[in-house]
């Protein structure tokens, strides 16, 4: 990479740094506004909270203890009772769990939310009670909000933490990744639309670092379109995000009437009819670095071939009918750019060894801003869901005992000490590349360091006892 490509994308990150500070800074408080100091163990004050999860994962888990946590540090254990009802799928049962929450005789004083489906049950349940909502990535589009910011108030009964990433900080980990970066190829299925929200933003960093970018299309497996469809909300619901074929564009508004890329560019799967929005390009795409292409047949018979972690079963036939289609796209994307780019929560991630084949064998770099894909892409930004239950915790605090109004509180997102940049070593050493001490590696890091490692916890002096 050239020196003065190098200085614009490092002055563009500064700016970005700068705007993403105001934001968090203006309008409404957040929690780095509010005082924190535990009830004492003469209050014999009393909150009920009820919590309610989509998945009961590792990731759900590591939310709840940091929610869990903080209520400790900041209320006192001997101050609340914590209902949890975990696993529900969908909207309708999500709600069906709220419902039989808010009808108990101690109702709720307050709900947190762990997914997608279970914040929008908990908008449809309830107007009233403080809704926390944890594990989603857009609230503005979610609830169909008009908020200029991602961390503008609901002016609701909601308010929450996003796992949204930094994108400046994903920028500079691309930066990092591929010291030649020449250009940037984001992938994405038609039914993601975080994917694309994510995309869209930091394709407006990019526009202003100069880099060449562009859109891939992947089709989604059957599995992980089910999974899609479990998590987030179904269109039929009045106050949902919408999907094909109502995906918006985040940065310029509606996108009624696209239009393919380059009319007879790289496969009629990129702009197919099925998708409601065509794969773009940056205004200054030249055709990427266009190395050799690699035929669909060595991308398919390469799937899990040199996998170490490989458990050796076969591949669903929907699911490798679906990298078959996709083979062709995958191989031009890693052979026209220098970094592949898979957002966090992607759609793709059971396409990932297919993703990470096809990219080693054209050394092209891979880079996510998911924890959960680190050990399959080169780098990964890694946030801490404990750092997320923790920032709810204060949320929780500061609306139970500061009084605030969730409607007017900034949405959060995890503190800046609980993201990592990891690396995966083997595919650093096939393609010889070294990492600074400011990397940690993936493995080595999740395995040495559990959940709350990063987080500062709110020091409680009451006497209360856990």
Known sequence: MNNKLSKKIIASLVIAASVTMMCACSGSRSNSDAKYKPLSSKDDSMYNISVITGDDDAYSTGIRKGFRDAMDDLIGSGHYKLSTVNGTTGVSTAKQAIDTELSKEDKPDLLLTVGNNVLTAASESTDSIPVIGTDVLDFQTLLHLNGSKWSSPTGSNITGVSTRAPMADVMSLIVESCPQLSSVGLLYSPEDS?????????????????????????????????AHKVKNPESDSSIVKKTSPSVHDSMEGPYPDPEPVSPGGLSTVLNAPASARSAKASANWKGGRMAEEYSKQHIIEQVGADDPDSTGSAIPANTSSTIEGNAQVLSTAAAECSVLFISAGSDLSDQMESIRNTA??????????????????????????????????????????????PGKMNIECAPSSSIVKLYQDDIADQLGMTFPKSFHEVDDYLENNPPGTTTERVKNNSTDKK
């Open 194 to 226: 975080d994917a694309i929200y994510q995309n869209e933003i930091l394709e407006s960093y990019m526009d202003e670092a100069g880099i060449p970018w562009r859109e891939y299309e992947l089709q989604s497996t059957d599995a992980a379109i089910a």
């Open 360 to 405: 080693m064998n054209a050394k092209t770099a891979t880079v996510s801003c998911d924890g959960s894909l680190g050990i399959k892409t080169l780098t990964c930004l890694y946030t801490d869901p404990y750092a997320m239950g923790y920032a709810a915790g204060k949320q929780a605090y500061r609306i139970l005992i500061g009084h605030e109004d």
